[in-house]
């Protein structure tokens, strides 16, 4: 009596290194950009955003922009944060645009943060 031997497909495919790596929680970096205030900025522009488009019946328009540089030969990236906006209005539409930069450090895998992942004790385990 012969069993039959079940195989496995062959395939090519290549394990994804990124798979196990953490990746930047976007919600929680977006308070710490500005110092906070770059949230403050993008919750009222899509508020009056929301409200143009609601009374006067024409699109509006919200755009954030992120663009990064390395800074010096270090393991940190300027983040260049952009925030424009279009709000509708009776008459036309008003124009809004905010741009500020926060450092940040880039940590295992590309994790971005305000303070580094794994920060040095500076002061030692003997503290009096």
């Given amino acids: 009596m012969a069993t039959e031997q079940k195989t496995e497909p062959v395939t090519n495919r ?7 790596v953490e990746h ?5 970096l977006i308070l710490d950009l500005n110092g906070g205030v770059f949230e ?27 663009e990064m540089k390395r ?3 270090s393991s940190q990236v300027a983040v260049t944060h ?10 036309g539409k ?3 645009e905010y741009t500020t930069d926060t450092p ?5 895998g590309g994790v971005l943060s305000l ?10 385990k003997e503290r009096g």
């Avoid at 940040?104 to 295992?108: A, C, D, I, K």
Wanted: glycine share 8%; charged share 20%; proline share 6%.
């Fill in 40 to 66: 403050q900025q993008c919750s009222r522009a899509l508020s009056d955003v929301a409200l143009g488009v609601a009374l006067n019946g024409k699109t509006g328009r919200v755009t954030i922009t992120f």
């Fill in 82 to 91: 952009k925030l424009a906006y279009v709000k509708p209005t009776t008459r």
């Fill in 104 to 108: 940040l450090h880039v940590g295992r």
């Fill in 71 to 73: 800074i010096g030969e």
């Fill in 94 to 96: 008003a124009t809004e």
């Fill in 14 to 20: 290549q394990p994804d290194p990124t798979q196990d």
């Fill in 115 to 124: 303070f580094p992942h794994e920060q040095t004790d500076f002061f030692g």
């Fill in 24 to 28: 930047t929680n976007f919600a929680s």
